[in-house]
């Protein structure tokens, strides 16, 4: 068809009513800004808050719970296998926390090409001795370098220098919330007492903040060594494995796999904190509602203006059709308007948008639980760019539906007999 | 064959709102190439019907319409307007020109959408209408910065982009004076005598009409007279 024809005579009955056709386009502009400020802002806000639980928690974690028996010698007899057997008050015997063994699952976890990386991990009940009274608590006793390497364990250190616990003998990194209680300083020396009753010196070298008060209130960080010399355990004692993986979807399948395989306790992060995922994805549908809305209103914006310009246009429309121009290229006419006004308007709205972000990228954001974060945190994700312009695309073409449909179905006698 | 540009056989148009009424009864008649007639009868006896229907714009009708002696009965929308845009050339009372586009954008249009010529062509040919009219020098002014006679000129010269077969008119002087009306009359005179251009138009000037070279009287949606003006 002659395309440019009908690209001709939609822009002259465009400009010919410009101060509308503008109104209707800045309304594309606003819902397109808004929806893509909007969604990158809550999934900035979203990204950020599975941050503090995605890096810091590993996709599956091993270890030993201690739990009674399942099977209990009385159902293994095939005796009584026809019976009912009740027994109460079951309880676990005597076992230690350790994974047994944890060398050549390591090295079993080292060969798995799933695996991203592994961090082993002690954790250890203890008191801080302040004065005549203990505080209960936590120490971690971590593979310093995995570590950070897979938790990004430095960004959470806020004061003092991670590596020093690695490198100084006998040292801890206390919560921040542990170190105020205890009025600890850098390079002070606090006193823990271990569940056991053994007693052992600490050097603090720097504080943890995590983000979550109640965590900072009781965990400290100690180096796998330090750990086990305050446990009295040998080097190879250790109670978790983190494991990170490369697709963290894989997470629950290789869980149980684990689980099986080692013959201990695996835990995924979507077990694990099935609640950020509701609470994540429950933010980013109500984004997509206010988008959606805003440039469904921006719709109806471009919906009225075009039947305004019909209504004003008939005698134009009745002297097209007389003169050859088919009712397909009536109606090509208005939808050419409508998805000019939808594609000016929406370009202009991913720019602004854009902008918006970089804008609200700069406003500072500062609150004690994110060391981290200096900003408010902005998605720049391609993807609600791509999503903005379809929709802005399929709005105006359903808006200009309608009224294109009427345009091209005029039938000029009656406009001319009307005369 | 022969050279009917037009044919109307059997041509019945009825009219169910606000009642049933016949408003064409079996019109039948025939335009030969070159023909300059014109249409007369009183307001209300059906010409404008009439005229909407051998147009092709009104398909609610029955009998048959031959253009060129290609029937019209039963063709699609798309190629009615076809045939309009390359067959029929219309002027109407009023003169329905865009004012987005500038006089020679107007005469331009129909040529445009058949893309016969390249837009150049027909931009040199609608100048070349425009200067038949003696109107080129108006060539880049808005319609509406036109006097009602100059307006109408564009809207023939419009008509004329096309070459079309046939020109249609209905009652192209109605809005005009006597001044316009007379140069709007040489013009379509000289376009039949020197050019060779068929033309029906329906009038209500019986002075227009008696210096035509045919004229088809109608009362009550029939034809009560036909005849050739002898020179
Ligand atoms: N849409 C319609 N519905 C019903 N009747 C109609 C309609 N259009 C026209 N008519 C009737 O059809 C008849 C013919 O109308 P038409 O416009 O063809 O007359 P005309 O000969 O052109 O008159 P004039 O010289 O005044 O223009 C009239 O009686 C008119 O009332
Ligand atoms: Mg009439």
């Not at chain 2, 005009?176 to 000037?205: G, R």
Request: aromatic content about 10%; glycine content about 8%; charged content about 20%.
């Amino acid at each position: 068809m002659n395309f440019k024809l009908i690209i001709d005579v939609s822009v002259s009955l465009l400009l010919a009513r410009w101060k509308q056709t503008l109104v209707a386009a800045i309304g594309v502009t606003f819902s397109i800004t808004m929806f893509i400020a909007l969604l990158g802002f809550m999934s900035g806000l979203n990204d950020l808050l599975d941050g503090l639980v995605v890096n810091r928690t590993p996709h599956v974690r091993l270890y030993n719970e201690i739990e009674p028996t399942k099977d209990q010698p009385i159902s293994l007899s095939r005796k009584y296998s026809k019976d009912y057997n009740f027994i109460s008050s079951v309880k676990p015997k005597n076992e230690r926390l350790e994974i047994y063994n944890n060398g050549a699952i390591m090295n079993a976890l080292k060969k798995d090409d799933r695996v991203l990386g592994f961090a082993p991990k002690i954790t250890a009940q203890v008191f801080y001795n302040v004065g005549a009274i203990d505080l209960t608590g936590v120490i971690n006793g971590v593979d310093v370098e995995a570590e950070n390497k897979l938790f990004f364990f430095k960004d959470y250190v806020t004061t003092g220098n991670y590596i020093d616990l690695k490198n100084i003998p006998n040292s801890i990194i206390l919560g921040k919330g542990a170190a105020q209680k205890m009025m600890a300083n850098l390079g002070d020396v606090i006193q823990v007492t271990t569940t056991k009753g053994e007693r052992m010196q600490l050097k603090v070298v720097g504080y943890f903040e995590s983000g979550l008060q109640d965590i900072d209130k009781v965990q400290s960080y100690a180096s796998i060594g330090t750990a086990q010399k305050l446990l009295g355990e040998s080097n190879s004692y250790i109670t978790d494995i983190q494991i990170k993986l490369k697709d963290i979807l894989m997470a629950p399948s290789v869980a149980k796999e684990y689980a099986h395989l080692f013959d201990l306790e695996a835990v995924d992060i979507q077990t694990a904190n099935s609640q950020f995922e509701t609470g994540s994805s429950v933010r980013t549908l109500i984004s997509y509602a206010v988008g959606i809305t805003l440039l469904i209103v921006a719709g109806f914006g471009i919906y009225n203006i075009l039947n305004m310009m019909i209504y004003e246009k008939m005698d134009s429309i009745a002297i097209l059709k007389a003169t050859g121009f088919s009712g397909a290229d009536v109606n090509r006419i208005f939808i050419t308007i409508a998805l000019t006004i939808g594609v000016f308007g929406g370009l202009l709205g991913l720019i602004f948008g854009f902008g918006l972000s970089a804008l609200i990228d700069q406003i500072p954001f500062n609150t004690a639980a994110l060391p981290t974060i200096k900003t408010y945190p902005i998605n720049y994700n391609p993807k609600f760019y791509m999503i903005g312009s379809i929709f802005s695309i399929v709005t105006t073409y359903l808006a200009g539906y309608f009224p294109s449909r009427k345009a091209s179905k005029i039938d000029p006698v009656i406009i001319i007999r009307g005369k | 064959m022969n050279n009917k540009i037009l044919e109307s056989i059997q041509v019945s148009k009825f009219f169910h709102d606000p009642v049933d009424i016949q408003v064409l009864k079996d019109i039948n008649f025939s335009l030969e190439k070159g023909e300059f007639v014109s249409v007369i009868g009183k307001s209300g006896c059906g010409k404008s019907t009439l005229l909407y229907i051998l147009s092709t714009m009104d398909t609610d009708y029955t009998g048959n319409v031959l253009i060129d002696g290609i029937a019209m009965r039963g063709k699609k929308e798309a190629d009615l307007a076809k045939i309009r845009n390359q067959k029929i050339g219309f002027v109407f009372q009023f003169h329905y020109l865009l004012n987005e586009f500038s006089v020679l954008k107007n005469v331009m249009l129909p040529g445009l959408k058949w893309g016969n010529y390249s837009e150049k062509e027909v931009e040199h040919r609608a100048y070349e209408k425009l200067k038949i009219l003696g109107i080129e020098n108006e060539a880049f002014k808005k319609p509406n910065q036109l006097s009602g006679g100059q307006k109408q000129r564009v809207a023939i010269a419009r008509a004329l982009i096309n070459d079309p077969l046939i020109i249609m008119g209905d009652e192209p002087t109605g809005n005009l004076d006597k001044k316009n009306s007379e140069i709007v009359f040489e013009i379509f005179k000289e376009l039949a005598e020197e050019f060779n251009q068929t033309l029906l138009i329906v009038t209500h000037d019986n002075e227009f009409a008696e210096r035509t070279h045919r004229i088809i009287e109608m009362q009550d949606g029939m034809i009560i007279k036909d005849q050739k003006i002898k020179k």
